[in-house]
């Protein structure tokens, strides 16, 4: 005997009204797309949870998959079987040794079908006995138990479940609409796109390259944590634009103590653009308040005005350490930490302005104008896209430039 199925329980997505079925349909497509590796499993849906039925496949293997599918709160292995008193003693024991460690249990039985001839209170024990007959050093505990094994009978079957174990959490991917994601390489941005994605919300990228000052093993991270984060939701198109030319007429052209306030309000309005072609609505970014000089409340109110797009930030009120924190839970730090720097670390300031004002911006860009090299660097571009933690396609239109 095996577990046969995987059951799903919702979180949020079950306080949903008129519109839950659009969310559960989108959880639905979520959950095939991401188990195409398993081909033999099938989505069962009933009134208030969804089962995956494993049909000979790996639970295991398929339940690895599923923790990181955002809008499941929690997960059970689970086994249907005949209502039969022997089989549903055998499917309670697989279900406790499959929790390996586990040294207590408790049994809760709940009977829907009537007729069958155990009562809910009298099942209990019976269970239980027959684990402590089969197993070694193990214990009843009804209060707090390593393991509850659930029992119910209902009209068609017996089903049993054990391990409550905790899903992402989270709205399904794709049901709260497209967010262009200011993907940098670093450790704040891919958390960024983590958070946002667990809100429900589909990812574009976009990272600024700048050859030969960057390296093309900068922008292959900057693909790896896009990748990664492929895993927890859909598809991620990563829009990468030539950057060199502007960061050049920048460094001419504008007051140092302004470069990077310039420069940021060039990468948002390169952003805007690109979103508004792709049909995105608003625009992320990893910003966290006072983390640098360009994250002080003048800097961001001072970027902020070169574009109408709503701005999400995830961070904005998160120290580092929780940043770090997220990022080793989610596999992208190791990939965030490889030593090859992104556009920001160009030119940089020695003394950023930290403080920096609409008006003395709006003056020194007005001595520039930059609307050529901005529609030069959206037309350049060319996109890589990534799904299931890898790299599945380019289109690579100016590499050869520099």
Do not use: W
């Amino acid at each position: 005997m095996n577990f046969d199925r995987i059951m799903i329980r919702y979180g949020e997505m079950a306080l949903k009204g008129k519109n839950r079925r659009s969310f559960e349909q989108k959880l639905q497509r979520n959950l095939i797309r991401k188990l195409r590796g398993f081909p033999e499993t099938r989505i069962q849906k009933t009134r208030d949870r969804m089962y995956i039925l494993l049909n000979g496949e790996d639970p295991h293997a398929v339940m690895q998959i599923c923790q990181k599918v955002f809008g499941i709160h929690s997960l059970s292995f689970a086994v249907k079987v005949e209502k039969e008193e022997e089989l549903i003693k055998q499917a309670a024991l697989l279900a406790f040794e499959d929790a390996k460690g586990a040294r207590t249990f408790k049994v809760s039985a709940k009977r829907t079908d009537k007729n069958f001839p155990i009562s809910s209170q009298d099942f209990n024990p019976i269970v239980g006995g027959y684990i402590l007959k089969n197993t070694e050093n193990v214990t009843v505990d009804v209060h707090n138990p390593d393991v509850e094994i659930k029992i119910e009978v209902r009209q068609d079957a017996a089903y049993v479940t054990a391990q409550d174990l905790p899903g992402a959490g989270g709205l399904p991917v794709g049901t709260t609409g497209k967010s262009m994601l200011m993907l940098s390489g670093g450790i704040d941005s891919p958390v960024s796109g983590y958070l946002t994605m667990k809100r429900g919300v589909e990812l574009e990228a976009i990272h600024f390259h700048s050859p030969p000052y960057t390296s093309d093993r900068a922008k292959q991270k900057v693909i790896d944590l896009a990748a990664q984060l492929s895993n927890y939701g859909t598809k991620i198109k990563i829009h990468v634009i030539p950057f060199t030319a502007i960061q050049q007429k920048i460094h001419r052209e504008m007051p140092e103590g302004y470069s990077m306030t310039i420069m940021r309000r060039m990468m948002m309005r390169i952003s805007e653009q690109l979103a508004e072609r792709e049909g995105v609505l608003s625009i992320t970014t990893g910003e966290s308040l006072g983390q640098v000089a360009s994250q002080t409340m003048e800097s961001m109110n001072t970027i902020n005005e070169v574009t109408n797009y709503p701005i999400i930030r995830p961070l904005i009120a998160m120290d580092k350490l929780e940043i770090i924190d997220i990022s080793r839970k989610i596999d992208t730090y190791d990939i965030s930490i490889r030593p090859y720097e992104d556009c920001c670390t160009v030119f940089v300031p020695k003394a950023p302005k930290t403080k920096p004002t609409r008006k003395n911006a709006n003056y020194y860009e007005s001595n520039s104008d930059f609307s050529q090299d901005i529609a030069q660097a959206i037309d350049q571009s060319y996109v890589i896209e990534v799904e299931d933690g890898e790299q599945i396609q380019q289109k690579d239109e100016f590499s050869d430039l520099f």
